[in-house]
T-cell receptor, first 120, second 111 residues
Framework: DAMVIQNPRYQVTQFGKPVTLSCSQTLNHNVMYWYQQKSSQAPKLLFHYYDKDFNNEADTPDNFQSRRPNTSFCFLDIRSPGLGDAAMYLC???????????????????FGPGTRLTVL | AQSVTQLGSHVSVSEGALVLLRCNYSSSVPPYLFWYVQYPNQGLQLLLKYTTGATLVKGINGFEAEFKKSETSFHLTKPSAHMSDAAEYFCAVSGIGDMRFGAGTRLTVKP
């Protein structure tokens, strides 16, 4: 089955120790997203890729970086994790929708199972 | 810009009772509207979506939602709750370039 896979499912790191989370997809979707979700809150978009084009949300801390080496894989790097970065990290993919006025209309996002990050 | 407001952070129903989760949206362009469900320690799963056309949308697990432009609403309903419906539900709206999620509604189903 086509799907979005995230590894690892659970990650424990120490305060300030860099960590990388990975996401892969077999859906061949152009767009990949990283979200941060804290307990009982909505997912918060960190950034997304439209093919190779990287789009950073204005309020995403510099501590968070991302790489997309090819269509299938996307990585989230947290350079110096703080206690406040403990959260669930969700990867999602989508195709661009049919569009409005020539601009892409975001269509269904397909989510991976998430990686729960603990910072000690 | 788009936004959604989910009315009620917690909803509790008895098994077999009607489920109604409320969502109102704001959008400067014709919206796409979505309902997602999230079970503990899992990602979000699409329940249903509205893009264009028929305003009553049927989804998985017996859920449906009706797009009402005049009320800017997209409420989620299910005629008869099942214990397995207990989860977090997110309404989302997309326009140009991004998708915005509501704060979520936690549904509890009592036996």
């Amino acid at each position: 089955d086509a799907m979005v896979i995230q590894n690892p499912r659970y990650q424990v790191t120490q305060f300030g120790k860099p960590v990388t989370l990975s996401c892969s997809q077999t859906l061949n979707h152009n767009v990949m997203y990283w979200y941060q979700q804290k307990s009982s809150q909505a997912p918060k978009l960190l950034f997304h890729y439209y093919d190779k084009d990287f789009n950073n949300e204005a309020d995403t801390p510099d501590n968070f970086q991302s790489r997309r080496p090819n269509t299938s894989f996307c990585f989230l790097d947290i350079r110096s994790p703080g206690l406040g970065d403990a959260a669930m990290y969700l990867c999602a993919t989508s195709r661009p929708g049919p569009g409005l006025a020539g601009l892409p209309h975001t269509d269904t996002q397909y989510f991976g199972p998430g990686t729960r990050l603990t910072v000690l | 810009a788009q936004s959604v407001t989910q009315l009620g952070s917690h909803v509790s129903v008895s098994e077999g009772a009607l489920v109604l989760l409320r969502c109102n949206y704001s959008s400067s362009v014709p919206p796409y509207l979505f309902w997602y469900v999230q079970y503990p320690n899992q990602g979000l799963q699409l329940l249903l979506k509205y893009t264009t056309g028929a305003t009553l949308v049927k989804g998985i697990n017996g859920f449906e939602a009706e797009f009402k432009k005049s009320e800017t609403s997209f409420h989620l309903t299910k005629p008869s709750a099942h214990m397995s419906d207990a989860a977090e539900y997110f309404c989302a709206v997309s326009g140009i370039g991004d998708m915005r999620f509501g704060a979520g509604t936690r549904l509890t189903v009592k036996p």
